[in-house]
């Protein structure tokens, strides 16, 4: 009789091909709840040039190995989940084609500087709580909800709009994070995610909250940590520069911008 | 025990490496008023040391330099462990090291510049 769940070992990738290219993806894999063995599983997968590795984890999933933890979630650089390390670099795996890699071999490791959940998902708990700390939302004592005249709108410059805009972009998906050399030494440094973000909002002339921010990133483990790598901004999948955003605020702590 | 905002810190981190910098090419160019062999001669140092202007230069290159070095080292120290107590440690080590250092160096600024070398 046949059976409805055939050995995995006896599947094969089931994308259609019209191409004879293929990849080999090394994944690092990794359970630390279970114990501290960590290996490398290779498959072997069709690939078209349109492929990106998050296809190409996909198929491995579905049809290789569906014990191989990935976090995914929107597949157009927009969520932020898919963040790894692929050939060594930090990427977001829905945002790297095979065929830029320019490598018949492609290995994707969990991302530097977070703790493994399993595979290839890590966990964004320090990232997330330092994202809190810095109040990444407009502080204001008064409020857009007018008791006379209903709403009404904080108003802002296209001019002022221009000093932040581009880190409004930023995603959270911890890319930056995780290429900063601060952060694989300094377990409580804050971190180049959240030191753009402090920048978005204290630029932003609608927000009041400068001074409560500025204390949050002064201290041992905040912005002054940073050397300047500028790793995080060569990574940021979204054109973010946290590196600059860290320098101008370093303006305002040392008094040379209001 | 009065904690200092990291910015200040840094501020005096950034202005006493300004200031070191300066006294330091003031510290060469006075090598430079003789033969650079001769300047560093034994009687010539030592009058350097007596002259009290000089004496001055090398006091306040001695803190500067000593208060940016400590700091940097604090900072080394601090990224790579993290903990209260071995911050507070590494702190606390850092100012006593520097404290030292200005006390032997001023030792011997002030017993040099008074003749009793």
């Known amino acids: ?258 | 025990m009065m904690v200092l905002r990291e910015s200040i810190i840094m501020k005096i981190h950034y202005g006493t490496a300004l200031g070191a910098l300066a006294l330091t090419v003031v510290h060469i160019l006075m090598r430079l008023t003789q033969d650079f062999h001769e300047s560093l001669a034994y009687e010539n140092v030592i009058a350097n040391y007596e002259s009290v202007g000089y004496a001055l230069l090398l006091e306040l290159l001695l803190i500067l330099i000593s208060v940016h070095g400590f700091n940097g080292l604090r900072v080394i120290l601090l990224e790579m462990n993290q903990g209260p107590t071995y911050e507070k440690l590494v702190t606390i080590g850092c100012l006593a090291g520097m404290a030292a250092l200005i006390a032997y160096g001023s030792r011997t600024i002030i017993m040099t510049n008074m003749g009793m070398v």
């Not at chain 1, 993806?25 to 960590?38: L, T």
């Not at chain 1, 060594?88 to 829905?94: N, R, V």
């Not at chain 1, 700390?133 to 410059?157: A, C, H, N, T």
Request: proline content about 5%; some cysteine; aromatic content about 6%.
């Open chain 1, 1 to 258: 009789m046949a059976t409805l769940h055939p050995k995995l070992s006896d599947e094969h990738s089931q994308t259609v091909v019209s191409s004879t290219k293929s990849v080999k993806i090394k994944i690092k894999r990794s359970n630390p709840n279970v114990n501290s063995e960590e290996r490398f599983d290779d498959f072997v997968v069709p690939i078209e040039k349109w492929t990106t590795v998050l296809d190409v984890l996909l198929d491995v999933k579905s049809h290789l190995d569906h014990s191989v933890g990935v976090r995914y979630s929107c597949r157009q650089a927009s969520c932020g989940s898919c963040g790894m390390k692929i050939n060594g670099k930090p990427a977001l795996a829905c945002f790297t084609k095979i065929s830029e890699l320019n490598s018949d071999t492609v290995t994707v490791e969990p991302m530097d500087n977070f703790p493994v959940v399993r595979d290839l998902a890590v966990s964004f708990e320090r990232m997330i709580n330092n994202h809190k700390k810095v109040m990444p939302y407009v502080i204001r004592d008064d409020s857009e909800i007018d008791p006379e005249s209903g709403m009404r709108e904080f108003l802002q410059s296209p001019e002022n709009v221009d000093k932040y805009i581009q880190f409004s972009s930023c995603i959270k998906c911890g890319l930056c994070n995780s290429a900063c050399p601060t952060m694989a030494m300094d377990k409580t440094f804050v971190g180049p995610q959240a030191l753009a973000q402090a920048y978005r909002y204290i630029a932003d002339e609608r927000d009041k909250g400068k001074n409560k921010r500025l204390k949050v990133i002064d201290e041992s483990h905040g912005i002054w940590r940073c050397h300047f790598a500028g790793s995080c901004s060569q990574v940021c999948p979204k054109g973010v520069d946290p590196a600059m955003g860290i320098q101008l605020l370093r303006g305002y702590l040392l008094g040379i911008r209001d």
